[in-house]
C-alpha cells in the first residue's frame, strides 16, 4: 500500500520550527481525511493539524514536547487505493494565540484524594501480656490524635513514652500502617513541562535572567474609594459591575505623564528605551492554559465603564482561548492581582521588555489612627517591580506615591 509522508508546513512567517503540544493519534490508529493528528506551538501560536487523507499511522515524529523544524516528516499514513502523490503537507486551522507571560503561575491544588482508614497493625509485641499499658495523660492524648492503639505499642519496662510512639510509628510506616485521618501518600509523578509551561518557564527565565528587579510595596487606605465604587455600582443602571480594578487603571494612566520611564519598553540589544505615550496594559489572567496577558489597548482614553466592560471582554477570551495575537501582544506596562487569595505583597516578574509591573494585593480593614481618633479602615498594599537599568528607586518609589494620592483622594481620578 502507498504510504504518505505528512511534513510539517509553513505555519507563520519566519517560523523555523514547531513544539508538538500533544498527539490525537498514534502508530497503529485508523484515521480519516481532516481528522485532527496532533496541536502544534510556535512563538506565536498553537495550531491545529489535520491529515489531508485516510489510512493507517504507520509512524510519528516524536513525544510531546519535541521540536520538529518547518518541512520535517510529522506523519506517516499508509493509505489504501492508488495514491498519486507520496508526500501530503498539513493546512493548519486557525491559530490559536500564544501568550505572553507575566508572572510565576500559582500552582493549584491536587485533587483530594479519597482514601479508606487502615487499621494499625501490630509492630511489635504488646506492652503487657495483659492488654494492659501505662502512659502519661499528654502520651495517650498524642496517640489518641494519631489513632494509635498503645496495646500495639512496644516499650522498654512496659511504661509507654514519646519516644516509643515515635519509634511505633517510624516501624509502622515502613510496615504500611498509616495513622487514622492521616493523608494517604501520592506517588511521585514526573511532568514534562511542554506548550504554555514551557513558554511560561523560558519566559521567566528570560526576564530574571535578563532584568535586575527591584520590588518596593507601599501600604495604601483605600477606604474612600471603596465607598465611591460601592456608590457607582448602587446607581450603574445597565453598566458593568465596578471592582477596584478600573478605578486603579484610571489612577495609573493619570500618574504616567509625569512619570514616562514607568510605561516604556526596553530593547537590551539595541540600548533603546522607548517612552510610549498610550497605556497599552497588560492584565495578567489566569487561565487553564496556563498565565495570559491580554491587553488593553489605549486604557487611557476608557472611563470606568469602557474599562470594566474590556476588562471582562478579553479575560472571557484568554480563558475561553478565542484571544487573538493581537490582543495577547504589545503591552506597555502590566498589572496583576493576587488580591482574591490574599497575601501580604508580591514580588511579581516583570513582562519582559517591559520595565515595571504593578501588583494591587488583598484589602484588609485594621484599626488606624486618623488624627486623634481611631478608625476601622480597609488597607491595601501596592507592588511594584521595574527594571533598575532604566527606572531608578526613587522614580518607582514616587510613581506610587502619585497612585497613593490619587487612590486616597479620589475624587481626583475625575479632575482635569
Known amino acids: 500500500m502507498p504510504k504518505f509522508t505528512f511534513n510539517l508546513p509553513d505555519i507563520g512567517e519566519g517560523i523555523a520550527e514547531a513544539e508538538i503540544v500533544a498527539w490525537h493519534v498514534k502508530v497503529g490508529d485508523m484515521i480519516f481525511e481532516d481528522q485532527r493528528l496532533a496541536d502544534m506551538m510556535t512563538d506565536k501560536a498553537t495550531v491545529e493539524m489535520e491529515s489531508p487523507v485516510t489510512g493507517v499511522v504507520t509512524k510519528v515524529a516524536g513525544e510531546a514536547g519535541d521540536v520538529i523544524a518547518i518541512g520535517a516528516m510529522l506523519v506517516e499514513i499508509e493509505v489504501a487505493g492508488e495514491a498519486k502523490a507520496e508526500v501530503a503537507e498539513a493546512t493548519p486551522l486557525a491559530p490559536e494565540p500564544a501568550a505572553s507571560i507575566v508572572e510565576d503561575e500559582i500552582p493549584h491544588a491536587p485533587e483530594p484524594v ?240 517591559e520595565v515595571a509591573i504593578i501588583g494591587p494585593n488583598k484589602i484588609v480593614e485594621r484599626p488606624m489612627f486618623v488624627g486623634d481618633r481611631i478608625e476601622a479602615r480597609k488597607l491595601m498594599n501596592l507592588s511594584i517591580s521595574c527594571d533598575h537599568r532604566v527606572v531608578d528607586g526613587w522614580d518607582a518609589a514616587s510613581y506610587v506615591q502619585a497612585l497613593k494620592k490619587l487612590v486616597e483622594t479620589p475624587v481626583l481620578l475625575f479632575a482635569d
Open 114 to 353: 479519597s482514601v479508606a482508614e487502615v487499621k494499625p497493625a501490630p509492630a511489635a509485641p504488646a506492652a503487657e501480656a495483659s492488654g494492659k499499658v501505662t502512659a502519661s495523660p499528654a502520651v495517650r492524648q498524642r496517640a489518641k490524635e494519631l489513632g494509635v492503639d498503645l496495646t500495639d505499642v512496644k516499650a522498654a519496662g512496659g511504661h509507654i513514652r514519646h519516644a516509643d510512639l515515635d519509634a511505633f510509628l517510624s516501624y509502622g510506616t515502613q510496615m504500611g500502617y498509616r495513622p487514622a485521618h492521616a493523608t494517604a501518600r501520592r506517588a511521585d509523578e514526573a511532568v514534562k513541562v511542554i506548550g504554555m509551561r514551557r513558554r511560561i518557564a523560558d519566559n521567566m527565565a528570560a526576564s530574571k535572567r535578563h532584568i535586575p528587579h527591584f520590588t518596593y510595596v507601599e501600604e495604601i487606605d483605600v477606604t474612600a474609594i471603596e465607598a465611591m465604587r460601592a456608590d457607582l455600582n448602587a446607581n450603574r443602571g445597565t453598566k458593568p459591575k465596578l471592582t477596584l480594578l478600573p478605578l486603579l487603571i484610571v489612577a495609573i494612566c493619570k500618574a504616567i505623564p509625569q512619570y514616562p520611564m514607568m510605561n516604556a519598553r526596553f530593547d537590551d540589544e539595541a540600548g533603546i528605551v522607548t517612552r510610549h505615550g498610550a497605556v497599552h496594559l497588560g492584565m495578567a489572567t489566569q487561565t487553564d492554559a496556563g498565565l495570559m496577558v491580554p491587553v488593553i489597548r489605549d486604557a487611557q482614553d476608557r472611563n470606568i465603564w469602557q474599562l470594566a466592560t474590556e476588562i471582562t471582554r478579553l479575560a472571557e477570551a484568554a480563558r475561553s482561548g478565542s484571544a487573538t495575537s493581537e490582543e495577547l501582544s504589545g503591552s506597555t506596562l502590566t498589572i496583576t492581582s493576587l488580591g482574591a487569595l490574599g497575601g501580604i505583597a508580591t514580588t511579581p516578574v516583570i513582562n519582559r521588555p
